[in-house]
Nanobody, 125 residues
């Protein structure tokens, strides 16, 4: 199993960025997928998640209304569209997947089994 995150970069406040995560997982559509982020010296923080079969979606309050998670099960990919970016969104973003993540645990990183390598997002003027 492999998750490959991409799409990070340096943008200005107010800009948009789209992160993608390609998963080599059999039965991908049944997996809950999530995005987390981490800055140096801080714990990994939940950003967004979508359950298997897209039945439930969760967002961190800090990104609600600005970020959107989506998935394409035919391509085994999950996307995080980030709009109206702020300097506090600067972090390394990780995609994650888990087969047995229950809805109440979607925001907890311990619930996910597989992790991508991370992609850096920097928001700065």
């Amino acid at each position: 199993v492999q998750l490959q995150a991409s799409g990070g970069g340096l943008v200005q406040p107010g800009d948009s960025l789209r992160l993608s995560c390609a998963a080599s997982i059999s039965g991908f559509r049944a997996y809950t997928v999530g995005w987390f982020r981490q800055t140096p010296g801080k714990e990994r923080e939940f950003v967004a998640a979508m359950s298997g079969h897209s039945s439930a979606i969760r967002y961190a309050d800090s990104v609600k209304g600005r970020f959107a998670i989506s998935r394409d099960n035919s391509k085994n990919t999950v996307t995080l569209q980030m709009n109206s970016l702020k300097p506090e969104d600067t972090a390394v973003y990780y995609c994650a997947a888990g087969r047995t993540v229950i809805v109440s645990s979607m925001t907890r990183d311990q619930a996910y089994t597989y992790w991508g390598q991370g992609t850096q997002v920097t928001v700065s003027s």
